[in-house]
Structures are given as C-alpha cells and as structure tokens.
C-alpha cells in the first residue's frame, strides 16, 4: 500500500482536516454495517505512484554536495576561484527577460 502524504499546504491541510472529522463524525452516528466487516479501499493512479517514487528519490538526495562544496573551497582558498561578471550579468537579465 502506498501512503502519499500532501505537506507544507495549509489550504489542503485543512481541507483535509474538514474531511477526516467529517467522516469521523458520521461513522460514530452509523451504526457498522455487516458487522463491521466491511472495509474501504484506496486505489493510488500511476501518475500518484510516480510521483511517491519521486518523492522518496528527492528525499535521498542530500541537500547540500560536499564534493562540489570542497572543490570550490580549495579553489577560493588557492586563489585559483574567478568569477566572470559578465556571465553573471547576463544570466540576471536572461532571467528578468
């Protein structure tokens, strides 16, 4: 079974919340039907399924790359570290563009 969790939303978090009470409520007033032996099921799309995989991958990803990280660090500290001002001009403007 895959759960898929939707966080850092407030609007859908709270929909969500609504919800969950909603149906907590109106399973206390009913009573169980067939004896309690009925059970709910959830079928997750390819495209849910795709994106859960996405997910997992990304939070195996670390946030921060050490290798890259050292190699500038012993860049700048050599002196070897250049930085075209140019190329970060027009990279500011392409992106305004």
């Known amino acids: 079974m895959v759960n898929l969790r939707i966080e850092n939303n407030y609007n859908v978090q709270r929909v969500i919340s609504s919800y969950y ?3 907590v409520r109106k399973s ?4 169980a ?5 009925h059970k709910d099921s959830v079928t997750i799309s390819s495209e849910g399924q795709f994106l859960h995989k996405a997910m997992q991958t990304l939070k195996s990803v670390p946030d921060v790359r050490e290798d890259v990280v050292a190699r500038l660090k012993q860049s700048i500290e050599a002196g070897k570290y250049t930085v075209d001002a140019g190329k970060i001009a027009g990279m500011i403007i392409d992106r305004k563009a």
Do not use: F, R, S, Y
Not at 28 to 31: E, F, H, I, N, S
Not at 33 to 37: D, E, K, L, P, Q
């Open 21 to 23: 009470n909603a149906q």
């Open 28 to 31: 206390k007033d009913l009573p």
């Open 33 to 37: 039907a067939n004896g309690g032996g």
